[in-house]
């Protein structure tokens, strides 16, 4: 679904208004949309395109792919791409809805009711108009009414959330498990053999699992790139259904308490032993993510001498966002992989400082969006980083990964202190800064 941009002036919202005079049509604009669609099917297809680029230029040749014969492969590959793209069509009407959500969640409005209208012109926007990325590129970003613009956001968003999906069901599913710590990849019987004829329900829990909590924190950190709050409910039931759903089944979990393997279909023996392993790896996750997203959040705000108005990242309206996302990723990955998708959050936040110092016209994302990629490249390579950097890595209780925890921060935490207080930056959509005392210096 598509909505158009709310107007401004709420006296322009009347019918017998007249129209804006027709402003000459947005080409970068358009541009952006097509250049975001190619690179959300570039960011889908890495991983089968860089495991086809390592066999052809591996000498000698290993067999090809998953070891099965020609003419078996070629048809195999051929489901295996249709498949992928009714995910990346599916994933991208998702996305569209999560543009429904980021609009109306924060306005305490029903997410389900309600077709989509034109803000101006109240005309119901058509089926095929709203269909994801096409709608908006066939109407080139116009209310077909009216011509009142429609934001780029809108397929912006559908693009990346098709991307983000399609690329873990590759990099999740089709690849038998092989970003997982914890349990053995399963290379003999991966491709669309994890589909049928006898399919992985283990996998096709954890790659939905993990798609679902990137939907989430995409809705998370766009209300906040809106400037806009979370109502609390919402969060609670996200949080409570991400505790839930590995006590119903257990596999979501791939890693226990201790750092050793979680639960693995059929080795369960005890119901009482699922519930707990469960809930201690969701409990000690979400405490452990709130914990550092809120110590996070209050040092990087009190290094920008109290400047907490978005600056840097910091949301206006919920001041422990982070926290709460963390908590999430807690819950989901468990406190290993919270601490090791904080790792990357804090890389991106360095990597913003960076092109803030770079780039002046560089805009403010919230520290909340930027988990969406932390948690995104962090699932994509967990088994990976876990055995490239060994107890280096935050994967088992040592000291060594706490004091490259630590590092981090201080690193963000000078980088930050280096360029603050920071020339006014552009805002997206909020309010007007209005300047803080303490963003004077002393
Ligand atoms: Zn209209």
Redesign the pocket.
């Known amino acids: 679904m598509t909505e158009?941009e709310p107007d401004a002036n709420p006296e322009s919202q009347g019918r017998d208004v007249l129209?804006d005079p027709p402003a000459s049509p947005a080409p970068s604009s358009q541009q952006t949309v097509w250049a975001v669609f190619f690179g959300s099917v570039a960011m889908a297809i890495a991983f089968p395109a860089g495991e086809l680029a390592a066999w052809f230029f591996s000498t000698p040749k290993r067999p090809p792919l998953h070891a099965d014969p020609l003419f078996d492969l070629v048809p195999m590959v051929g489901v295996a791409v249709l498949i992928a793209t009714w995910v990346f069509v599916f994933w991208s009407l998702i996305g569209s809805f999560l543009n429904v959500v980021v609009h109306r969640l924060p306005l305490g409005q029903s997410v389900v009711l309600g077709g989509s209208r034109?803000?101006?012109?109240?005309?119901a926007i058509k089926w095929h108009d709203n269909l994801p990325v096409i709608g908006w590129l066939n109407l080139r970003g116009r209310?077909?009414?009216?011509?009142?613009p429609i934001a780029a956001r809108y397929p912006v968003v559908e693009s990346i959330c098709a991307g983000l999906c399609t690329a873990v069901y590759f990099r999740e599913l089709l690849s038998g498990g092989a970003n997982l710590p914890g349990r053995p990849p399963d290379f003999q019987h991966g491709g669309v053999l994890k589909l049928f004829p006898n399919p992985a329900l283990d996998l096709i829990g954890l790659s939905l699992y993990h798609c679902g909590t990137l939907c989430v924190l995409l809705v998370w950190g766009l209300i906040a790139w809106d400037g806009r709050r979370v109502p609390s409910r919402s969060v609670l039931a996200v949080l409570g259904v991400a505790t839930a759903l590995p006590l119903v089944f257990p596999p979501l979990h791939p890693l226990g308490l201790t750092g050793g393997p979680g639960m693995i279909m059929g080795a369960v023996d005890a119901m009482d032993a699922w519930l707990m392993q469960g809930l201690a790896v969701s409990v000690a996750g979400g405490v452990a993510g709130l914990l550092s997203g809120l110590l996070l959040q209050w040092l990087l705000g009190r290094l920008l001498h109290g400047d907490a108005s978005g600056r840097t990242g910091q949301p206006l309206g919920q001041p422990h966002a982070v926290g709460i996302g963390l908590a999430l990723v807690g819950i989901v990955f468990g406190w290993q992989g919270m601490l090791g998708t904080m790792v990357l959050l804090l890389v991106a936040c360095l990597v913003q400082a960076l092109l803030w110092s770079a780039l002046a016209e560089w805009p403010t994302v919230p520290t909340e969006l930027l988990l969406v990629p932390a948690t995104f490249l962090h699932l994509c390579a967990w088994r990976q980083l876990v055995v490239a950097f060994g107890p280096w890595w935050p994967a088992s209780p040592t000291l060594a990964c706490l004091a490259v925890l630590v590092a981090m921060v201080l690193a963000v935490a000078a980088a930050f202190a280096a360029i603050a207080p920071a020339p006014s930056r552009p805002q997206r959509n909020r309010e007007t800064d209005p300047g803080h005392p303490g963003d004077q210096p002393a």
């Open positions: 158009a129209p034109c803000p101006r012109c109240h005309s209310c077909r009414s009216c011509d009142l």
